[in-house]
């Protein structure tokens, strides 16, 4: 039988599969959103249909936790878990150091929040997010909508002073409005190329009134996983970057 998807469908399921491997029994797992956390969604469930896999999922999303339930994998809230053993979720960009973009899905409050309570992270990902230096992919900026003008102002000052020359900020919008995180606040896309330094920039992005948190996740992710269209997947393990090829899932 063909098919039909197409090529960066297949690397993407390749990867999520391949994610399986990193989920026991018993864990408590971090459930991300997106095109490529979706996959793994599909392929959990399958793995507790077919193998009696006990899990439990912690949604990162309004959207996740919707499909999730859909499948039939058992959720908790975060309070309501606990520490988690491990989250599993994509990511729009990520560099050498394993340092991501997230957010493109509006969900990286709290990605970001429940990757950081996990034991680890593991980004599942297509060839196309692999990149040499963060910042090709607009960076998101979760803000209040409570003075959104002015904190939009302080982040343009905060560029002129990192002498940052291409920058362009746009607040996200959706066909009845501005977007809104499940949080309730506005994003910010920020598009301002080549980052250089991702953690200096991350940091003084939080020091401004009014910014909740950035899409930049350093030293967060401690495996990605990168479907190929044929199947094949590498698994990039930091901080060592030592890379290994499994064959085709």
Do not use: C
Not at 195 to 213: H, K, S
């Amino acid at each position: 039988m063909t098919d039909a998807l197409s090529p960066t469908d297949r690397a993407k399921r390749a990867a999520a599969v391949k994610a399986l491997d990193y989920v026991k029994d018993g864990m408590k797992v971090g459930l991300g959103t997106g095109s490529t956390a979706a996959w793994f969604l599909e392929a959990l469930a399958k793995r507790i249909t077919e193998t009696g896999l006990k899990i439990i999922g912690v949604p990162t999303s309004d959207r996740t936790r919707v499909q999730a339930g859909r499948l039939g994998i058992p959720l908790r809230s975060l309070d309501a878990a606990g520490w988690l053993d491990i989250t599993v979720d994509g990511a729009d960009e990520f560099d050498p150091d394993l340092n991501l973009i997230k957010g493109g899905g509006g969900a990286l409050l709290h990605e970001k929040i429940i990757a950081t309570a996990s034991d680890r992270m593991v980004v599942i990902a297509d060839p196309s997010k692999e990149v040499t230096a963060l910042g090709n992919f607009p960076l998101p900026v979760e803000i209040v909508r409570f003075g959104a003008g002015a904190t939009m102002r302080e982040i343009d000052r905060l560029v002129d002073r990192l002498w940052i020359t291409v920058f362009d900020m746009r607040l996200r919008e959706r066909d009845d409005g501005f977007y809104l995180s499940n949080e309730g606040h506005l994003i910010a896309d920020l598009h301002i190329g080549r980052i250089a330094d991702p953690a200096m920039l991350n940091i003084e992005l939080n020091t401004l009134p009014g910014v909740v948190e950035t899409g930049l996740f350093i030293g967060v992710a401690s495996a990605a996983v990168v479907g190929e269209a044929d199947g094949t997947v590498r698994v990039i393990e930091a901080p060592s970057r030592s890379v290994a090829t499994a064959s085709p899932a």
